[in-house]
């Protein structure tokens, strides 16, 4: 197709090898200045121009971007304003494009008396339209958004360029890596000591703005930061600042938290509260300032006894690859010291790794090996399903089929299917042997958070952002029953080891328990001052009666509220509670005999606790960024964590 370049044709979409437009009767170009084949139209910029998308035939047709300028605006002082805008959006990429996340300026010229600026073509979407399809972000995806945006800001800024207009649409996520890149730099101005606009001359979005960029045409650096901070209220929110400031003025601002849909982490809503003062004074005055508030408080120092602990039988010791289980005491601790109990870290997700599971390899599977290993599924917002084999820590399938990010995974005990909820609101069923899809199941009104499989492989729970829980019969994808008790999303399920109870956790700060036979509510378990993570039950054990558990195991909870909570399934009794993150803990698993729990925490650790001693093992580092999500191997010797830098670990445990 070829594409006229009137800016006021209204069906400028022509075939090949016709002189004349269709639709307006204006003289097609084939070649924009001799090299760019424009063939569609990617926005119409109200009146000023618009974005093309085209090929650059002297570079094997690699797409590019073409912005023309056709300003339709009264008056030499309004022109001459387009124009030097125009201008300094081609300036602010030539000078800044060397960064990965800004478009790179490759042409700049004028034919035809209209003005172009050609840039690199970025294969991806802008964070408005990603919310609008997966919905609102929740805190994991914020942080890193955030951690991938504030080194963005700190580059121009030190180089002195203001953006002025930073919000959901000028931010885009690249398909390839899902990094975050800043476009539209229209607005940018060069800093001096402070940058002014004419009286009267508003620039930049009212909501995402900041006071004294509207009222006083200034802007500095933290400016931006004001704009990044209502940006991320947005996706957390779904709410837009614009919408607000219509209403209300500024006042939001001072009230944000009560817009959100779920709650998030006290430390995380501190960064925003400074983020969004309304004085700039008080608001973070550079990039750095927010990263560091942003980065996990140190955990605390292990306490002495914990090396007693250990060195008098702690209930399981990490070894790494090709260790040993070491008698002398001084061995333990050194090799405990060194962190030498990770085995591999696995790499190929290009986004973060939303959740981790491991299932056992049956007999008849091509992959059997005398029962030895396992797969490991992971899921990610890069939208893929991976498929590991444990013993050679390869990767066997790439499952593509949906549609959006993938936000848990879960694998059956047979061994032989792996299922995924994903953003686009569906259920993908996958056959774990030839990694062909199944099923896709559809019945959730938002993204689905959470889904589990139950003991017998026959059940599916999923567990949605729309605040509801299904349940589905498993070999043939049929919906059995809709659960609705909770007032915001779920995002843990689990079944208990006998499948007669099903566990689920919320942002609503509660679990909640269900009766599968009837499909009733049996209780709700309050205790948790911040939204559920993750819940996972225990089998039963005789000899943790006295911890309760006596009708159907022990339930752990994990919350933003940085603690984990066990809990009586039988009575619903709170039996203990487990402090030692200093952040959000994400994830939480019980080993297949109930006698370790691992949790995986945003303060980038993994931590073992002794479920019948009530005490904390030992701490696993080796995550750089916040541990989404842990499973334990059936056999109980490995143990895998997915992480938001996108990898995966595994880890050696010697019982």
């Known amino acids: 197709m070829l594409c006229c370049l009137n800016p006021d044709c209204p069906q400028p979409q022509n075939p090949e090898q016709i002189i004349h437009c269709q639709s307006c009767g204006a003289l ?6 001799g090299h760019y084949r424009i063939t569609q139209v990617l926005s119409d910029e109200g009146g000023f121009g618009r974005t093309y998308l085209a090929k650059d035939i002297d570079k094997l047709n690699e797409r590019c971007v073409v912005k023309q300028l056709a300003p339709k605006v009264q008056g030499t002082w309004a022109l001459k304003k387009a124009i030097e805008s125009f201008q300094q959006e081609a300036q602010r990429l030539q000078e800044l494009g060397k960064n990965s996340q800004i478009p ?3 042409a700049y010229f004028e034919e035809d008396n209209y003005l172009y600026l050609v840039q690199e073509f970025i294969d991806g979407q802008t964070l408005l ?7 609102i972000y929740h805190e994991a995806k914020i942080r890193q958004g955030l951690l991938d945006l504030l080194p963005v800001l700190k580059f121009i800024h030190e180089r002195g360029v203001i953006h002025r207009d930073i919000k959901p649409q000028n931010i885009m996520r690249r398909q ?7 476009i539209d730099f229209g607005a940018s101005k060069q800093l001096s000591a402070t940058v002014r606009t004419k009286p009267g001359t508003t620039i930049g979005t009212r909501g995402y703005s900041p006071l004294e960029q509207l009222q006083d045409g200034e802007a500095h650096p933290a400016s931006d930061l004001f704009s990044l901070g209502a940006t991320c209220f947005h996706l957390m929110s779904g709410v837009s600042p614009g919408t607000l400031w219509a209403e209300n003025g500024y006042s939001w601002v001072t009230s944000w938290q009560l817009y959100l849909k779920c709650s998030i982490s006290a430390d995380l809503a501190k960064v925003f509260d400074k983020l969004l003062k309304k004085d700039i004074n008080e608001r973070y005055q550079s990039a750095d300032e927010v990263l560091k508030d942003l980065e996990p408080r140190p955990p605390s120092p292990q306490p002495p006894r914990l090396k007693n602990r250990l060195l008098a039988g702690a209930g399981i010791v990490l070894l790494g690859f090709g260790g040993f289980c070491y008698i002398n005491n001084f061995e333990i601790l050194n090799l405990i010291a060194q962190n030498n109990f990770l085995m591999k870290t ?13 299932s056992s390899i049956p007999p008849d599977s091509p992959l059997y090996k005398g029962g030895l290993g396992g797969i490991v599924a992971s899921g990610s917002f890069d939208t893929t399903l991976k498929l590991w084999n444990l013993s050679t820590r390869k990767e066997i399938f790439t499952l593509e089929g949906n549609a959006g990010s993938v936000y848990s995974v879960a694998t059956s005990p047979d061994g032989r299917t792996v299922a995924s909820g994903n953003g686009d ?24 958070e959470s889904v589990a499989i139950s003991p017998d492989s026959k059940m599916l729970a999923s567990g949605s952002f729309d605040g509801s829980i299904k349940l589905w019969d498993l070999p043939s994808g049929r919906e059995i029953a809709t ?20 566990a689920s956790g919320s942002e609503d700060n509660t679990i909640k328990l269900w009766n599968l036979k ?3 509510l049996i209780r709700t378990l309050k205790g948790h001052s911040q939204p559920i993570r993750s819940v996972a039950i225990s089998p039963i054990r005789s000899d943790l009666r006295s911890l309760g558990g006596r009708l159907g195991g022990i339930l752990a909870s994990s919350s933003a509220d940085d603690t984990i909570k066990l809990w009586d399934l039988g009575t619903g009794q709170e039996i203990y509670t487990f402090k030692g993150h200093s952040f959000s803990v994400n994830s939480v698993a019980f080993t297949s005999d109930g006698k370790t729990l691992a949790s995986g925490s945003s303060d980038h650790t993994i931590k073992l606790w002794d479920v019948a001693t009530k005490r904390e093992i030992l701490t696993l580092r080796g995550h750089s960024k916040e541990v989404t999500s842990v499973a334990f191997s059936p056999d109980n010797n490995t143990l895998v964590s997915g992480c938001t830098d996108g990898t995966i670990n595994l880890w050696r445990v010697v019982r």
Request: proline share 2%; no cysteine.
């Open 28 to 33: 097609l170009i084939p070649l924009l200045r």
């Open 104 to 106: 790179t300026l490759l």
């Open 129 to 135: 339209k990603d919310l609008r399809q997966q919905g």
């Open 176 to 182: 390839s890596d899902g990094k975050l890149v800043l």
């Open 346 to 358: 696995l790499n190929g997700h290009s986004n973060v790794v939303t959740s981790v599971a491991v």
């Open 425 to 448: 609101k569906t259920i993908k069923l996958w056959n774990l042997f030839t990694g062909q899809q199944i099923y896709t199941l559809y019945g959730h009104s938002s993204s689905v």
């Open 483 to 502: 659960l609705k008790e909770h007032s915001a999303a779920v995002k843990s399920v689990a079944f208990s080891p006998d499948g007669q109870i099903l």
């Open 518 to 520: 009837n499909k009733q």
